[in-house]
């Protein structure tokens, strides 16, 4: 290796990071808005069009779509000011966050694992695996990449043998500041905790009270965010009246879809109606499945730690969307953006693994190869996620686009046929759209809130359209009664 790119590898493995990026995800600046929460958080969001005092008071205090982030709405405000309703610049502001959370996962896990190679291949699958597309190009969907900055941010500062107290000040600090983006935040400290106890070999008390300010800071925000979600509006909520148990039920097929959805991700959707009944079977064998994986990991507790860290951080950083507190959702591509970091690190450790086992009883044969071994396998995987994700970006390119997509895959499901009603009533085709909601009425046999929104929706274009076409024919009517 030239002597150049030995003093200033990370520099270049880092720049390598953001090109990659860039080829994935650059094209979705040029996409529009969607009608799914843009519409709240940005083209009809008052709070985002000046500076005034009042309106940097709403900022600060009031929440969005049932969210409390004054960080994210700050954002927006900054975008708006610099590019008004153009939706490519808050396009390009989640792509550039999306760049920096990959280059910090990568200088994470360099920090964690002491290993180049599997640090920059798992950074290198965040960036540009299709499950992360939502993340990115969904403008929306800027409070998770702003909350993982920060998060990844303060783990650099704080996930490491010593901890100075200006390094906890800076983590306490942007702990904060992700909280103030968004409330998955508040599995930070726990995370932290379990690396003092698990990597560091902290005691536990002096562990836990290290964590009891960042704890309070996290149960604040928890409380305040659960006292704002009152509201069921979209979505899918056949799942909200369940009991705890079905639930966990539910829980066990959807954490392995999430693990299918990373090792094999070619049936992506904006939004997903996962069975909820007659799914004993699976919820026996995914049971099972889990114990055993359970069992493996605390078989290596004590020689792979930062295995074990891992896999509790993958399903922490999964809690708050399990519905053990009700959302309207059962499942989201965006749920994975961190956790996917925690399984495409380990897939990069196996594959570093695998091709250590081929040059050691290659009988000299790979070790002549030598990095161009390693070069072909990089290639390989990255070559066929960046081939998923440019051929599914598209459907992410306007509304009509994403709900034509996602019909296709859940024709049932009312939300998306009431979203594309939306969208093809914001071109100006009225009576199509009361065509596809009618239509919508008949085929997914909405629960009685859909039902009802449905026929308002009908009602109310009806009448815009009986009285425009009152007022045209209102002059000449007059005009002939003259005559």
Known sequence: MPEILKRHQTFFQSGALVLIGLIAFWQS????????????YVTHNELITSWSPSNLWGVATETVTRN????TIFSFLIDHTLWGKNPCGYHATNVLLHLANGVLVFLLLKQLTGNRFVAWLAAALF??????IESVVWISSRKGLLCSLFMLWASIIRLRPEVTPKQDAWYIGLLIAALLSKALAIVFPPIVLLYDVLIRRDK????IARQVIPGLLSLLLLFYTASVQNSVLGGVRGHMDFSLLHI???DV????????????PTDLCVMYDPPTSGIGMAVVIGSIAWMAVGYAFWRVRRT????ILGAVSFFLLLFPVLNFFRITTLMNDRYLYLPSIIVFTMAAGAVHRVIRFAEAESNGLVQLIGNSLRGMVVVGILAACLNLTLNHLPVWQNSQTLWTHAIAQYPKLPVLRIQMALAVHARGQEREAIRQLRLALLECQPDDQDRER???????????????????TGPKRQHDGVN
């Open 29 to 40: 600046v040029a996409f529009d808005f969607v009608n799914w929460d843009d519409v709240t």
């Open 204 to 207: 536990t008390a002096p562990a």
């Open 253 to 264: 097929t959807i954490l392995w879809q999430y693990i299918g959805m990373l090792c094999c």
């Open 304 to 307: 792979q730690p930062l295995w």
């Open 248 to 250: 966990m039920a539910i």
């Open 68 to 71: 409390y982030g004054p960080l």
């Open 454 to 472: 449905m026929r308002g929706m009908i009602s109310d274009w009806e009448s815009q359209i009986a009285e425009r076409r009152k007022v045209a």
């Open 127 to 132: 960036l540009i695996h299709p499950v992360q």
